[in-house]
């Protein structure tokens, strides 16, 4: 399960989050969608760390921290509550230099110590369930941006995280390859894996979403099902958001 309460986070004097309160259940698909700006990513970012609140609490499944601006979190704190989980990013980021396997095995063998037979084994089951198991020794320019996400995903996978956070997995395909990324997606979903989604793909969102979060302004405007965001909602801003969006779509 993820709880926040009562969240901030500022940079310098714009506050970015403003008082953010959430409950994710243990297994659930959780999709937070919301125009640019809104503070999605942010809050993405603080459920691993990437971006430290200034205030609140987030719970992690057993592991709670208390943010304040008096106190620094220690460094092994940090390292213990990122372990609970994976974080799939827009641009890929995989090493260039290593091959796709390679790529999956290095968290595995550099922050949890599984010696590289072991990493090689659970890396390539996971490229397997991605459908690239024949692209194992490929390295990254070989291999288009759908398959470069998809190793991304493997890569999160093979840490065994608790929770997965996607940022915009999307965002940067062609659209002809969205298709291919949002299907593993969808396949982690039906298996009970907890992911949190910051996305722009509303037909996703409708389709996956066990909760829906619309946030706008640096606040959770309204959550839901999708049934109940997408097609029954009577927030003012939300409808404003969703009739924009499907006018592009």
Do not use: W
Not at 47 to 63: D, H, K
Not at 110 to 130: H, I, N
Not at 155 to 177: C, G, Y
Not at 190 to 216: K, P, Y
């Amino acid at each position: 399960m993820i709880r926040i309460s009562n969240l901030y986070k500022r940079f310098g004097e714009l506050e970015v989050l403003k008082g953010i309160d959430l409950t994710i259940e243990k297994g659930k698909t959780a999709v937070i969608i919301g125009p640019s700006g809104s503070g999605k990513t942010t809050l993405l970012r603080c459920l691993n760390l990437l971006e430290v609140p200034n205030a609140g609490t987030i719970q992690l499944g057993t592991e709670t921290i208390q943010f304040s601006e008096k106190q620094k979190l220690k460094t092994s704190t940090v390292a213990g509550f990122r372990k609970q989980t994976g974080m799939v990013f827009q641009s890929y980021n995989l090493f260039p230099h290593l091959t796709a396997v390679q790529n999956v095995m290095e968290g595995q063998v550099v922050v949890k110590g599984l010696s590289k037979d072991e990493a090689r084994k659970k890396a390539l089951l996971q490229l397997e369930k991605v459908g690239l198991l024949d692209r194992a020794d490929m390295y990254p320019h070989q291999l288009s941006g759908g398959q470069q996400q998809r190793v991304g995903i493997a890569r999160a996978m093979a840490m065994d995280p608790d929770v997965l956070l996607f940022d915009e997995p999307t965002s940067a395909l062609d659209p002809e390859l969205v298709g291919e990324v949002l299907k593993v997606m969808k396949d982690l979903s039906n298996e009970g894996m907890t992911m949190v989604i910051v996305t722009h793909e509303m037909h996703f969102a409708r389709d996956a979403a066990d909760l829906v979060i619309f946030m706008d302004n640096g606040a959770v405007v309204e959550t839901g099902s999708p049934q109940e965001v997408f097609d029954q909602t009577k927030n003012a801003r939300t409808l404003q958001f969703l009739n924009k969006v499907q006018a592009t779509i």
